[in-house]
């Protein structure tokens, strides 16, 4: 079983939809939780942390449930400017107690006018 | 300044052949990262370093070696390149206490023929 699990999509939706991506964890003793964007061909870059009481920055809006080790990140009012691949991302820990980051292997989103 | 850089983009290799890949950071991270990312799985971390001088396993370790000579450098060698090993390689960097945020480099698509 992987470590972090993703609808792999794509998830087409016409510009202004409200679009929600879900991911599950099996680590237990994870604590962070993030999203990552990633652009067709480019590097991943940080998007936003999710925080249990769930955090919201402009129309993106990440919530958490350790209990059922689930993390979701909803958009809204989609732009074309976000078809992208976002990643869901986790905390485990290396030898030495050093943090690591585990990486879903992404959500595929396409905009449409 | 210029965050991450990453040489070569885009290597063919045939089998047997060795390489190494230049990571350049300019922002004075002291942890850096060497992943690769291959379709319907999520980044895998091959090799770390927490300082200059260090480096450790990751998950994926085999086949490959590294050395931090200098605190801006990362290199990731292959000695005995096989066709699994095809694949796009991205460096990272990153601060200790903001571990999360991880500055990846533009990537290096390589194929083992």
């Known amino acids: 079983r992987k470590e972090v699990e993703q609808d792999p999509g794509p998830f087409n939706v016409p510009e202004g939809a409200t679009v929600a991506f879900n991911c599950t964890y099996s680590?237990?003793?994870?604590?962070?939780f993030f999203w990552y964007r990633q652009d067709c061909r480019k590097e991943p870059k940080l998007l936003m942390s999710?925080?249990?009481s769930g955090n919201e920055d402009g129309r993106f809006t990440a919530q958490l449930n350790r209990a059922s080790q689930y993390i979701s990140l909803l958009i809204r009012d989609s732009k074309l400017s976000d078809s992208a691949t976002y990643l869901c991302?986790?905390?485990?820990?290396?030898?030495?107690?050093?943090?690591?980051?585990?990486f879903g292997a992404g959500t595929r989103l396409a905009v449409h006018p | 300044n210029a965050g991450v850089t990453q040489t070569p983009k885009f290597r063919v290799l045939k089998t047997g052949q060795s390489m190494t890949l230049l990571c350049a950071q300019d922002?004075?991270?002291?942890?850096m990262y060497w992943y690769r990312q291959d379709p319907g799985m999520g980044l895998r971390l091959i090799h770390y370093?927490?300082?200059?001088?260090?480096?450790a396993k990751g998950e994926v370790p085999d086949g490959y070696n590294v050395s931090r000579l200098k605190k801006q450098n990362f290199l990731l060698g292959l000695e005995s390149a096989a066709p699994s090993q095809t694949s796009v390689y991205f460096c990272?960097?990153?601060?200790?206490?903001?571990?999360?945020?991880?500055?990846f480099g533009p990537g290096t698509r390589l194929t083992v023929t």
């Open positions: 990272a960097s990153g601060d200790p206490v903001a571990y999360y945020e991880q500055y």
């Open positions: 680590n237990s003793a994870s604590q962070s």
């Open positions: 999710v925080y249990s």
């Open positions: 991302v986790v905390n485990s820990f290396l030898r030495g107690g050093y943090n690591k980051l585990i």
């Open positions: 922002m004075n991270h002291e942890y």
């Open positions: 370093s927490v300082g200059e001088g260090t480096t």
